[in-house]
């Protein structure tokens, strides 16, 4: 008894201690993994987390009811990310400026209260399922909405399939395809991240492991590079042939997924599409497989496996075993959800540099003067891409070189951008970096040649590639 007293005090004179350092240091070194993970953010089994916003009583700590969120008391976890992430470099101060300007941009648009419901200015999606869902429940409301701002592959086709069909009635800005997006989010954040969430959910050694990676746009390269980086072997398979040969060049091996499924140790999906892996592919794999989608929502993998034949063992959070009658067990994560925003996080530097993207799309279509946009899909101008990369320049100390007048009237440029026209991809495109002949140009003046010489398709598709040898 006197030994478990004593236990006892000296666990509350080292509590009191930590408290104390918390104290004198703002919490700011408290890491994630003392405070709630931010995984379990992600998922609770709770009633009142399954209750919609506009049925559940909520008051802020001052009092305030005017705001329609999912649950309140994920305001303080909020609070304690935000004090992870001002602590550093100029990087994470960076993003926390870019947080306040989102928040003054949501207070700009937020939702008012109109009899009973609410009135919405503007939308900022991801994925376009709030866009379809208002599209569906309450299409009057796009009367009121001044523009839709879009993040994903899979919302953006969905605008396009509605400005196709001639039911956009408001101008949508195209986010996912700006360089500043496509290039930090997509292919450096999803790099480091596929490897965190794996590593957070699962420990497993990478080295010598079959990966086979579905889809070869920004993520999927990511996900294969990293990867590969790490001593797996990686598989690739690829519907489009530029994708599929950028894949062959970059030393994958392009395969269909049946090809491979029955030796694979793990299947990462990004393509954005759904049923991507199958039932009939997750009967054939392997025991101890690992599935993860790092794509869309959880359409790629066919998670319809609650079935009475099939149990589910849930091993930790975002992490379950699903057991075939024989035995068979495969480790599927995040229940087929995105990966990496439910077993890992998102660095600060790229969520800086995506925030901003996005609360400048915000800002230029709620600004826009009447008739500038009209209903159809707009990329995200030049020059704000451009505006974004320059803000994060300093992080790394860089220096940019500047343009002499000169040198600026020889290319046609200005000497303050923008400084790429906006078909350059910056390494997907066939742009000739060194050619002063706009490539639409180079493709009109090809198709009248074409036409004049009676050349066939074949003929001038050889012709035009070797312009650029």
Not at 3 to 15: E, G, H, V
Not at 209 to 226: F, T
Not at 308 to 331: A, F, M
Not at 413 to 436: A, C, I, V
Request: hydrophobic share 35%; aromatic share 8%; glycine share 6%.
């Amino acid at each position: 008894s006197l030994f478990l007293s004593l236990q006892q005090i000296q666990f509350a004179d080292q509590k009191q201690e930590f408290n104390k350092r918390l104290n004198k240091t703002g919490r700011h070194s408290l890491s994630r993994s003392l405070s709630h993970s931010s995984t379990d953010s992600y998922s609770s089994d709770s009633s009142e987390d399954e209750m919609s916003p506009r049925d559940r009583q909520q008051r802020s700590s001052k009092g305030h009811q005017d705001f329609c969120i999912k649950n309140i008391k994920q305001a303080d976890f909020g609070r304690r990310e935000i004090e992870i992430a001002e602590q550093g470099d100029r990087e994470r101060r960076m993003c926390v400026c870019v947080c306040v300007c989102v928040c003054v941009c949501t207070a700009m648009i937020r939702m008012d209260t109109v009899m009973g419901g609410y009135c919405l200015s503007q939308i900022l999606d991801d994925g376009g399922d709030l866009t379809h869902w208002i599209f569906k429940k309450y299409p009057n409301m796009f009367k009121m909405i001044k523009g839709i701002v879009e993040e994903s592959v899979t919302g953006v086709h969905r605008l396009y399939q509605l400005s196709k069909a001639g039911r956009l009635c408001i101008p949508a800005m195209n986010v996912n395809d700006s360089i500043t997006k496509q290039k930090f989010d997509n292919l450096y954040c999803c790099r480091e991240s596929i490897l965190d969430g794996l590593k957070r959910s699962t420990d497993v050694m990478f080295g010598g492991k079959q990966v086979v990676v579905c889809g070869y746009g920004e993520v999927g390269k990511g996900c294969s590079a990293a990867m590969k980086a790490m001593g797996s072997i990686v598989y690739v398979t690829e519907v489009d042939p530029i994708c599929a040969l950028q894949a062959c060049m970059d030393g994958f091996r392009l395969v269909k997924l049946n090809e491979v499924i029955r030796q694979v140790d793990l299947v990462i999906t990004c393509t954005g599409n759904k049923n991507v892996v199958a039932r009939e592919y997750l009967d054939r794999m392997k025991n101890g497989c690992i599935v993860c989608n790092m794509g869309h929502s959880n359409t790629e993998i066919d998670v319809s496996l609650r079935t009475p034949e099939l149990t589910w063992e849930k091993v930790r959070s975002q992490v379950d075993h699903v057991i075939w009658p024989d035995g068979k067990r495969i480790i599927l994560l995040a229940e087929g959800r995105l990966l990496n925003l439910s077993c890992s996080t998102v660095p600060t530097f790229v969520l800086s540099i995506t925030a901003t993207t996005q609360a400048l799309a915000l800002i230029e279509l709620y600004n826009a003067p009447e008739g500038r946009y009209k209903q159809d899909v707009y990329l995200l101008p030049k020059k704000m891409d451009e505006f974004v990369a320059s803000l994060h320049l300093p992080t790394f100390d860089a220096h940019l070189t500047e343009l002499t007048d000169e040198q600026g009237k020889y290319l046609g440029l200005s000497k303050t951008g923008p400084f790429k026209p906006n078909y350059y991809r910056w390494g997907n495109s066939l742009t000739h970096t060194h050619s002063h002949l706009h490539l639409h140009t180079l493709t009109h003046i090809i198709d009248i040649y074409t036409l004049k010489s009676g050349m066939n398709i074949n003929s001038k598709v050889i012709w035009f590639y070797s312009m650029f040898l």
